[in-house]
């Protein structure tokens, strides 16, 4: 089990970091700065990301009257934007690929900071968990390696060496798309007792809402082109499940009903946003 284990994350961490070269490869310096520069988009992203979608965690998971253990894992993954997921869901819905790159590296890179403290917040609003003390040097260095670097190199080579980049790209995204499904399996099949322990409660549904819900906050407070705004709804529906799974770890002590409640939670909000993107791909000719 040990040996899968280890397998099973050196798998996240490739396919997490080619997603994200991926995406430098195929950016361009210039859009890029366009997105970042476009501060109505930064400000409605970060105010989706930041405030409304872990309040909408609280409240579904109050609404849906969650244990709580399920209760405190809705609350985590809410309070977690930038899931590396977002980039991989913009190639897949063939939407905004630099926006949607971009912004989700910038939430990763923020939430790192801000996820301890909201999601303490609401736990201890909700009178529900324990104080939650995040390692907050080492979630920076964790987003920096595995998605500004890559992001980074892809990006230079890209402005540097733009035959190289188009040349590797293809290779990327092939590598990107298989790692992904490798991971969505280890996740179920190491996870699938906890998950199907949860069948006859709500956690699975609630995830499902939230990721829908997180969805259409997102696309709705975005700006620019429907393209664009479904790739924000994208971002804003997948979470980062590393903060998640490190305050599971720090402040819970790996408790299994936790951590079998996140990855119904992750499982079930893919679920809502898989389906989606795929459907705004075919009607954007994809095939």
């Known amino acids: ?13 490739i396919f997490i970091a080619t997603t994200m070269f991926a995406a430098g490869l195929g950016a361009t310096p210039t859009a890029l700065r366009a997105v970042l520069a476009d501060l109505p988009l930064l400000l409605l992203a970060l105010v989706a990301n930041l405030v409304v979608v872990p309040l909408l965690g609280w409240g579904i998971a109050a609404l849906f009257s969650l244990p709580a253990a399920a209760f405190t894992a809705l609350v985590l993954v809410a309070s977690s934007p ?3 997921f977002g980039a991989k869901l913009a190639m897949v819905q063939k939407g905004d690929v630099v926006a949607g790159a971009a912004m989700q590296v910038l939430l990763a890179a923020v939430g790192s900071i801000t996820f301890g403290l909201t999601a303490n917040a609401i736990l201890a609003a909700a009178q529900a968990g324990g104080g939650i003390s995040i390692d907050v040097a080492a979630l920076v260095r964790t987003v920096a390696i595995l998605q500004l670097v890559p992001f980074a190199v892809g990006l230079i080579l890209r402005r540097y060496a733009p035959p190289t980049a188009r040349s590797w790209h293809p290779v990327a995204v092939k590598v990107s798309n298989v790692t992904f499904l490798i991971v969505l399996v280890g996740m179920l099949a190491g996870n699938w007792r906890d998950v ?9 549904l609630a995830g499902f809402v ?3 819900a997180a969805f259409a906050v ?9 393209v664009r705004r479904t790739t924000m709804g994208s971002v804003t529906a997948v979470r980062n499940m ?25 499982l079930s909000g893919l679920a809502a946003a898989i ?3 795929a459907l705004l791909s075919r009607r954007r000719g994809g095939g």
């Open 218 to 226: 997102g696309a709705w407070l975005a700006t620019g082109s429907p």
């Open 210 to 212: 939230l990721a829908v």
């Open 82 to 84: 930038g899931g590396p």
């Open 275 to 277: 389906p989606v993107a």
């Open 196 to 204: 199907v322990a949860l069948l006859g409660s709500l956690t699975l």
């Open 1 to 13: 089990m040990d040996t899968l284990h280890l397998l099973f994350n050196a798998v996240t961490v």
């Open 242 to 266: 590393g903060p998640a799974l490190a305050a599971a770890g720090i402040a819970f002590g790996n408790q299994p009903a936790v951590l079998g409640a996140l990855a119904a939670v992750l």
